[in-house]
C-alpha cells in the first residue's frame, strides 16, 4: 500500500501524526461521570441508552407529524369518505405489521450477538475495505445518534447533547486536499494525511434499517434501502417547495393584496434553505427544530379552530336564510296570495353532500402511505434510545398505540376540513382557510415551520449523497477521501437548487407528487422491505404471511404509481380551482 508522508512544519507534522489503536473511551449517554467502570461498558456495548418513554412518544410524534397532514382534506375530497377511510386504517395496519417486523429483527440481531463490540481497526493495520466499511458503520452511527438526540435528546429532553458526547474521537487515517496553491516539488498537489477526525460513539451499537438490509442481502440491500431513503426525503424536501411559495403567495396576496409569484417565493426560500442545509452538526438546528414544532402545534390547533367555526357560521347562515324564506311563504299563505310562492315547499337546512366514492380515489393510496415516511426510518433509533425496564418488549406496544392514536387524530381532521371547506378545498389546506387574521398568521407560522425544519429533512439524504460522492473519489484506492467544506456547500447548493426547479415545474401537481412519492418510494420502503428483512434473518419467521404483505406492498406500489402516472396529465390545482370558481359563479 502506498504510503503518504507529512509535509509541513515540526509542529504540523506532531498535530497530525498517527496515534494506532487510540480511541478515547467515554461513557454510556445518560451517565453522570466520565469514569465509568470498563466491564460494565463492554456489556452494555450493543445498547443505545438515553430516553424516556415519554420522550419516546414526543419523537414517534415529531417523527409522524408533519405538514403532510394538511394535505389529507384534499385527498379526503378526491377519494371520498368512504375510500379514504378504509385505506387510512389499512395502511395503518399494514404499517404497524411491517414495522413491528422490523423492530423483532432489531431484537433477534440484538439478543443474538450479547455483549457485541465494534471493532475498531488500527490506521495502520486496516485494510481499505475494512477501513471503508468502518467509515461507513461510523457514519451512519453518527447519523442515527444525532437525528435520536435532536428528536429526543439523550435524557428525553429535546435536543440535549450530552457532553461526554463530544469526547468520542477515533484516529483514521483521511486524505484531503489542499486548497492551497503551494504544490510538491515535482508539481504535483500537494496532500496532507490527517488522522484527527470527529468519529460517533464507538461503544455503541446503531443497528438501522440500511445496516439489517445489508445483514439479510448484503451491499446490494444495503444500498436499495439508502437509495431509498434518499430518495424519499428529498422527495419530501420538493414538496416543501411547492408548499412554501402556495403558502406565502396566500397570505401576502390577504395582506397586501399584491399577487406575489410563486417563482419569487421560491427563489427566496433556496436562498435560506442553501446555508441552513449546510449545516453537518444537527444539534445546532435544535432551536429552529423546537420553534418549528411549536408551530406546527398552533397551525394545526387554529385549522380545527377555523374549520369549526366555518362550519357552524355557514350552517348558521344557511339556516337562517331557510327560517326567512319559510316565514315569507307561511305569510303569503295567511294573506290568500294566489301569487306562486318564491319556494315551492319547505326550506331545510342542506346537509353538505360528501361522497362515499370519487374518481382520484387511486392519489389517497399514496398519500397514506406518504404519512409513514419519517416513522420507518426513525423506530429503530427510538427503540434504541429507550432506557426504561424491559423497553425491548415495551416500546413496541408503545409504539403502536401512539401510531394509533395519530391516525384517529388524522382521521378525524381529514374528514372535519373537508367537510368545512366542501369539495374544493387544495391541496395545501391553508390556502382554503376563510380569511381573516388567524388564517394569516396560520399560513405564515407553517411557512416558517416548513422552512425551519427543511434542514433537517434534507440532512440525512446530502450525508448520504455526499458519503457516495467521496467513495466515488476514492475508486479503487485504500484512502479514504473527505470532502472540506466548500466543496461539501457546493454538492449542497447543486441539490438544492435542482429539487427547486423541479418544484416550479411541478407547481400546480403537488397532489400528485404526493402520491407519486407514497406509491413508488414509500411503498417498498414501509411495506415491502421490513417483511424480507425479517423473514431473511429471523429463523423462526412466518414466511408466508411476510411474503404475502410484501407481495401486497410491490402490487400497491406498482398499481398506485401507474395510475399517477397515467393521469398526470389532468389539469393541476390551480387550474382545477379556477374552473370549479367559474363554475360556481355561473352557476
Not at 85 to 90: C, E, F, K, P, S
Amino acid at each position: 500500500r502506498p504510503t503518504l508522508e507529512l509535509t509541513g512544519s515540526k509542529e504540523e507534522k506532531a498535530k497530525y501524526a498517527p496515534q494506532p489503536n487510540t480511541v478515547n473511551e467515554a461513557p454510556l449517554l445518560g451517565s453522570s461521570s466520565n469514569n465509568n467502570n470498563n466491564a460494565t461498558a463492554d456489556h452494555h456495548h450493543h445498547e443505545v441508552s438515553g430516553g424516556t418513554a415519554t420522550a419516546a412518544v414526543f419523537g414517534i410524534i415529531k417523527a409522524m407529524v408533519g405538514p403532510a397532514i394538511l394535505y389529507l382534506p384534499h385527498s379526503f375530497a378526491d377519494a371520498g369518505y368512504a375510500f379514504a377511510i378504509i385505506a387510512l386504517w389499512v395502511c395503518t395496519a399494514l404499517y404497524l405489521f411491517t414495522a413491528n417486523r422490523l423492530l423483532s429483527t432489531w431484537k433477534h440481531v440484538v439478543q443474538s450477538q450479547p455483549g457485541r463490540k465494534p471493532d475498531v481497526a488500527s490506521p495502520s493495520s486496516s485494510s481499505g475495505g475494512e477501513q471503508q466499511q468502518h467509515q461507513e458503520d461510523s457514519h451512519n452511527a453518527y447519523m442515527e445518534f444525532e437525528m435520536t438526540n435532536l428528536t429526543n435528546g439523550p435524557k428525553g429532553g429535546v435536543g440535549e447533547t450530552s457532553p461526554a458526547s463530544q469526547q468520542h474521537t477515533i484516529k483514521r487515517r483521511t486524505k484531503q486536499f489542499s486548497d492551497s496553491a503551494s504544490n510538491t516539488s515535482d508539481g504535483s498537489e500537494k496532500e496532507v494525511t490527517i488522522y484527527d477526525m470527529e468519529s460517533p460513539p464507538l461503544g455503541k451499537t446503531s443497528i438501522s434499517y440500511p445496516k439489517l438490509a445489508r445483514m439479510a442481502y448484503g451491499d446490494l440491500g444495503e444500498s436499495i434501502v439508502r437509495t431509498g431513503i434518499t430518495l424519499m426525503q428529498l422527495g419530501v424536501c420538493l414538496t416543501y417547495f411547492i408548499f412554501v411559495p402556495h403558502n406565502l403567495s396566500t397570505s401576502i396576496l390577504k395582506m397586501t393584496h399584491i399577487q406575489l409569484p410563486f417563482w419569487i417565493c421560491l427563489v427566496a426560500m433556496v436562498i435560506i434553505e442553501i446555508p441552513l442545509s449546510s449545516i453537518r452538526n444537527v444539534s445546532k438546528l435544535v432551536t429552529t427544530n423546537v420553534i418549528a414544532t411549536c408551530l406546527i402545534g398552533f397551525g394545526l390547533a387554529a385549522c380545527l379552530f377555523l374549520a369549526t367555526e366555518y362550519y357552524a357560521a355557514e350552517s348558521s347562515m344557511v339556516e337562517g336564510a331557510a327560517n326567512a324564506v319559510n316565514g315569507y311563504n307561511n305569510n303569503e299563505e295567511d294573506g290568500n296570495n294566489n301569487d306562486q310562492d318564491i319556494w315551492d315547499g319547505e326550506y331545510t337546512v342542506p346537509i353538505r353532500h360528501l361522497s362515499p366514492w370519487n374518481d382520484h380515489w387511486y392519489l389517497f393510496i399514496g398519500t397514506s402511505v406518504l404519512l409513514f415516511e419519517g416513522s420507518i426510518t426513525l423506530c429503530l433509533p427510538l427503540q434504541e434510545a429507550l432506557e426504561v425496564p424491559d423497553a425491548e418488549t415495551r416500546f413496541p406496544t408503545l409504539y403502536n398505540r401512539t401510531i394509533g392514536s395519530i391516525v384517529l387524530f388524522y382521521t378525524v381532521f381529514g374528514y372535519l376540513c373537508w367537510s368545512a371547506f366542501g369539495d374544493d378545498v387544495s391541496t395545501v389546506l391553508t390556502t382554503s382557510l376563510p380569511e381573516g387574521i388567524l388564517a394569516t398568521t396560520v399560513q405564515l407560522a407553517y411557512s416558517i415551520a416548513v422552512v425551519f425544519t427543511f434542514p433537517l429533512q434534507i440532512f440525512p439524504a446530502l450525508e448520504i449523497i455526499v458519503q457516495a460522492y467521496e467513495t466515488y473519489l476514492q475508486g479503487d484506492t485504500d484512502i479514504v477521501v473527505q470532502l472540506d467544506t466548500n466543496r461539501r456547500r457546493v454538492v449542497v447548493t447543486i441539490v438544492i437548487i435542482l429539487l427547486a426547479i423541479i418544484a416550479e415545474l411541478e407547481m400546480d401537481n403537488l397532489g400528485k407528487v404526493v402520491s407519486l412519492m407514497g406509491s413508488l418510494l414509500g411503498c417498498p420502503l414501509a411495506f415491502v422491505f421490513p417483511p424480507l428483512i425479517h423473514s431473511k434473518l429471523v429463523p423462526n419467521a412466518n414466511r408466508k404471511l411476510d411474503s404475502m404483505v410484501a407481495g401486497f406492498g410491490v402490487m400497491a406500489m406498482v398499481g398506485a404509481t401507474l395510475i399517477t402516472l397515467a393521469t398526470w396529465s389532468e389539469p393541476g390545482e390551480r387550474r382545477r380551482l379556477e374552473e370549479s370558481t367559474l363554475a360556481g359563479f355561473f352557476r
